[in-house]
């Protein structure tokens, strides 16, 4: 769990080096909106402000708690902050219809959560109640907006998507065997799903859960559906939570086996229609995508810092961690990756604002490859720099190296996407051929 850097910068030797920003800050390749310049310097305020002296008793209490029923409950600072942000403005940032900025304005704002484990979670903007909340948005009824979509961007209810599966290969999702099949009025559930996040928040309400309803003469991508499935129906069961690396994750709610058992839900639960599953995946998983590949330019930013922090800290053999050219040379290989990467985010942010999510895959996919890895590299680095104390709980960079190797495998593993991205550049291969 992140610590932030002290605010007069790193002492090297005699030289004194502040914590660097962006390279490519607002106003350099990428220009802000006027709203967005705006919304980003609230923000970095509120953070400096608000979030990083609450860090201290966020983290005490979830370490009080550790074994206690109440992790699965947010400490009531993070309520208090949440009023604060809303009371400013600073809520739903991430839902462009909502706080009216460009991704290319919310890529510079979700780097900047990124560097506090809870910050997102401040401004409403956590995973998977944002991709939740755009789902509803994009694609939700009159009626599913109001009993579900409204309280959840007042940030009044959580909620948790039931997607992946333990028995069938989910990384190719046509695999999914939850069903969901219609008996008069009502859809009746029957499967298993886990690594569902946010189950466990004591605030969850409600389910996104994709299954089966077609038969397997249907097209391979008509068979399956999303509905909304209430978490206190009965036939719903939490089985257990599933730690990541031993971290149960519970500021963000865990990731939880979730078993269905007849659940009945009405039909008016289905969302969009029968067979439009992988439509709305699609159109839920590409902001999710580039959202969190902005979150870990800012998690990688951390790790950067504190790498350097501790290189300037520890001498061995005579001379200081950052003059031994193999350290060096890290901090030098890390900034390099966390700039392409940053640059290549914003590249695929650009082009959702400019041509949209479908438009924009290859991109989103590029980026999803990219950022998990460099960011991966970067923790790697900083607990290779930190030694012993990387790796344990006095130091937040193994929670953060957990969570960072999580995403090279959730919303799709890299393999999945560097087919993909083969296949659509193939494509543009050979039609530029065709033309010659």
Request: aromatic share 8%; glycine share 8%.
């Amino acid at each position: 769990m992140v610590q932030p850097l002290a605010e007069n910068g790193l002492r090297l030797g005699k030289r004194e080096v502040a914590a660097v920003e962006p390279s490519n800050s607002p106003g350099e390749l990428f220009l802000l909106s006027v709203k967005g310049r705006q919304v980003f310097q609230q923000v970095k305020k509120f953070i400096q402000q608000h979030i990083i002296p609450a860090q201290k008793e966020v983290l005490d209490y979830y370490a009080k708690h550790e074994h206690s029923p109440l992790r699965w409950k947010k400490p009531l600072i993070i309520q208090k902050l949440k009023e604060l942000a809303k009371a400013e403005g600073l809520w739903n940032l991430f839902l462009p219809a909502i706080s009216g900025l460009s991704q290319t304005d919310y890529a510079f704002i979700a780097e900047e959560t990124g560097k506090y484990f809870f910050a997102q979670d401040v401004f409403n903007c956590q995973a998977p109640d944002a991709g939740n909340m755009e789902v509803l948005h994009m694609y939700g009824t009159e009626a599913q907006k109001k009993q579900w979509l409204e309280p959840l961007l007042a940030g009044e209810i959580g909620s948790c998507f039931c997607m992946t599966e333990p028995d069938v290969a989910s990384s190719d999702a046509t695999n999914i065997e939850c069903s969901i099949t219609r008996d008069g009025d009502s859809y009746i559930i029957n499967g298993k799903k886990w690594w569902s996040t946010g189950a466990g928040n004591a605030n969850n309400k409600i389910a996104i859960v994709m299954g089966k309803t077609g038969n397997d003469s249907s097209s391979r991508h008509k068979m399956h559906s999303m509905i909304l499935v209430p978490m206190d129906t009965e036939g719903v069961e939490l089985v257990r939570g599933l730690k990541v690396f031993g971290f149960e994750d519970t500021p963000h709610g865990g990731h939880f086996e979730v078993h269905f058992k007849n659940v009945r839900v009405p039909i008016t639960n289905l969302i969009l229609g029968e067979g439009r599953g992988f439509e709305i995946a699609q159109g839920r998983l590409g902001p999710c995508r580039i959202h969190h590949c902005m979150r870990i330019i800012g998690a990688a930013e951390n790790a950067l810092q504190l790498m350097c922090a501790r290189a300037a800290q520890r001498t061995t053999f005579g001379k200081k961690l950052y003059q031994h050219e193999v350290v060096a040379h890290w901090i030098a290989e890390s900034r390099i990756a966390i700039e392409q990467a940053r640059l290549l985010t914003l590249r695929a942010a650009k082009a959702i604002d400019t041509v949209g999510t479908a438009r924009a895959r290859k991109e989103i996919a590029m980026i999803k490859v990219v950022a998990p890895r460099m960011a991966c590299q970067v923790a790697d680095r900083a607990i290779q720099v930190f030694g012993a104390a990387g790796v344990s709980q006095d130091s937040p960079l193994s929670f953060m190296y957990a969570s960072l190797r999580t995403l090279r495998i959730a919303d799709g593993p890299d393999e999945v996407h560097l087919s993909a991205i083969a296949k659509m550049e193939l494509m543009e291969q050979a039609k530029l051929l065709s033309k010659m």
